[in-house]
């Protein structure tokens, strides 16, 4: 089974790589420079997600997409609707174009970052994303629920918390997903016999969590790590978080101050 990892150079990419190598799947690696240190299980494609005859060429003998490209920061509007609008839809509808059965799409809880951080809640909420990046992250969970009602193909949607070797500080201790953990998703998202469409949270099963991942168990998640492991050393080597900031009070962190005017008092408003 041969698999497409957009923006398969980043981060994300790179850990998930590491984690799946056992599977011995077929990947095949898009990104916009080329990628160096190959797994023999492994082909770097260079190409851009703007560019649909790339994407074309990339989808071709692909049983399953993993979407990682996009923007991945609170740029511009014109940066977020190039990647995570235009560019989403270009991936959603390429692999429509070549027949792929499965995308697993990397969206992000900053579709939700808006939330207090008082509350739990699950995947069923209204949205309230904190920033452009959310806003067009959102749109890509649209896009990939068009495209499994209109044209059948199933799709795994994953609000990444924090993904990296260890939570970077407070916030994160609710919303960080370690590499293992994520890669059960993504596999989730691969194999399901039973997938149409989901929206799952990439989160550990962390005890200061604040996502009630039940979407995720129903499919079969059974995440292996928590946060709080890392608690002490992150409580006691990163600096407190300024309470007048509503960041400080929001899911969001700091995509929620970028641009934010009035009361922190708010968002708890709804």
């Avoid at 916030?171 to 997903?177: G, P």
């Avoid at 996502?211 to 998640?221: H, M, P, Q, T, V």
Wanted: hydrophobic share 40%; aromatic share 8%.
């Amino acid at each position: 089974m041969t698999i497409l990892i957009t923006g398969a150079a980043g981060i994300v990419g790179t850990g998930l790589r590491r984690e799946l190598a056992p599977d011995r799947l077929k990947l095949r690696l898009l990104d916009r420079q080329p990628i160096s240190s190959l797994s023999d299980n492994e082909e770097s494609v260079v190409g851009d997600i703007a560019d649909r005859a790339a994407l074309r060429r990339a989808m071709q003998g692909v049983r399953a997409v993993v979407h990682l490209a996009g923007c991945t920061t609170d740029a511009d509007m014109e940066a977020q609707i190039d990647g995570n609008v235009r560019g989403a839809f270009n991936v959603f509808d390429a692999a429509r174009e070549a027949g792929v059965e499965r995308v697993v799409f990397a969206s992000s809880h900053h579709v939700v970052g808006y939330y207090p951080r008082t509350r739990r809640i699950g995947t069923g909420v209204l949205l309230r994303p904190d920033s452009r990046y959310g806003l067009t992250k959102a749109f890509g969970e649209q896009a990939g629920a068009m495209y499994a009602d209109k044209h059948g193909l199933r799709v795994l949607c994953v609000r990444i918390g924090y993904a990296d070797d260890k939570p970077a500080d407070r916030r994160r201790l609710s919303i960080w997903v370690s590499w293992r953990d994520l890669a059960q998703l993504v596999r989730i998202g691969l194999s399901h016999p039973q997938l149409r469409y989901a929206v799952v949270y990439g989160v550990s099963n962390n005890t200061r969590g604040f996502f009630d991942n039940e979407a995720a168990f129903r499919l079969g998640y059974r995440p292996m790590d928590d946060a709080e492991v890392h608690a002490a050393e992150v409580l006691s080597t990163v600096p407190a978080e300024d309470p007048a900031l509503v960041g400080t009070h929001a899911m969001g962190g700091w995509a929620a101050n970028n641009g934010y005017v009035g009361a922190v008092e708010r968002i708890h408003e709804w």
